[in-house]
């Protein structure tokens, strides 16, 4: 198995330095996000994982589908035209939430209660992408996350419901995310994780903190921090037939305070400990 380090999990090294690092650490992949590709520029992000010999385990993210605006599947398919010249694994989809619900701000007028209907729109919206992506050689990565975020981030909410939706597709077109932090709850995980087999596109693994900070985004622990029993997840999703990189995602104001050297030591340490 496998480590890749998600690119926020040391979020203020820039695309550069997070490669560099990786060398350093000897860590073979990375899971880079598009803002910092933006910023260090797509040719040379490019430019700089392959002189480096890095794989690129995913590339966040693509989504915010429900609106069912044009912009948005304008938005999806520079992510995959984005992915594609990066040579990344995945492109990861999250898929929004109800429209006019935003993270982290009151509850407005122009909120849409209508949760059916969002969902219907995300898979319109991968009818169109899925073909593009699989044109390009890109693959589409569902990622279902913890039902907290249903109203304003994901309105996918359980790896079966992700399933569902990526079935019409190639396995080489559209797959899901297994994210130990969003499914650990989820007491039909297992069987799911079976049932997705050759469709797990990425592994991410962090810890589910308790209690929970102020901001439930910021929830995410290095592995061994928080509640999570990371074996039996592991072992399911190797049993299914994962053979890719095993990607460390956390998102966590310490963390990200801290020295990323450090950081970087710690989520080895912990990967051999707990994951590998």
């Not at 939706?165 to 797959?175: D, H, M, N, R, S």
């Not at 693994?205 to 209690?211: A, E, G, I, K, N």
Request: charged fraction near 20%; charge should be negative.
């Amino acid at each position: 198995m496998s480590l890749s380090l998600n690119q926020w999990t040391t979020k203020r090294w820039s695309v550069a330095e997070a490669v560099d690092g990786c060398v350093r650490h000897g860590v073979e992949a990375i899971g880079l996000w598009r803002q910092d590709v933006a910023a260090q520029g797509l040719a040379e992000s490019a430019r700089l994982v392959r002189e480096a010999g890095l794989r690129v385990s995913s590339l966040c993210r693509g989504g915010f589908l429900t609106t069912g605006s044009a912009e948005a599947l304008d938005d999806n398919r520079r992510a995959i035209e984005e992915a594609a010249e990066l040579g990344a694994a995945c492109l990861v989809l999250v898929v929004g939430g109800l429209p006019g619900v935003v993270p982290g701000e009151p509850l407005g007028a122009g909120a849409d209660r209508d949760l059916a209907g969002a969902r219907e729109r995300v898979a319109e919206a991968l009818a169109v992408l899925a073909p593009y992506a699989g044109e390009r050689g890109v693959r589409l990565a569902l990622e279902p996350l913890h039902p907290m975020y249903c109203a304003d981030r994901a309105v996918l909410s359980t790896l079966g419901q992700a399933l569902d939706l990526a079935e019409p597709y190639p396995v080489a077109q559209v797959g899901v995310v297994v994210d130990t932090f969003h499914v650990w709850w989820d007491p039909q995980v297992f069987e799911q994780i079976a049932r997705a087999g050759a469709r797990i596109a990425s592994y991410q693994v962090c810890d589910y903190l308790h209690p929970l900070p102020a901001d439930v985004l910021l929830g995410r622990g290095v592995m061994g921090d928080g509640v999570i029993d990371f074996g039996p997840l592991t072992r399911a999703v190797l049993e299914a037939g994962y053979t890719g990189d095993i990607e460390v995602e956390i998102f966590n104001a310490e963390v990200w305070a801290a020295d990323p050297d450090e950081v970087l030591a710690t989520v080895k340490e912990r990967f051999a400990a707990l994951i590998g």
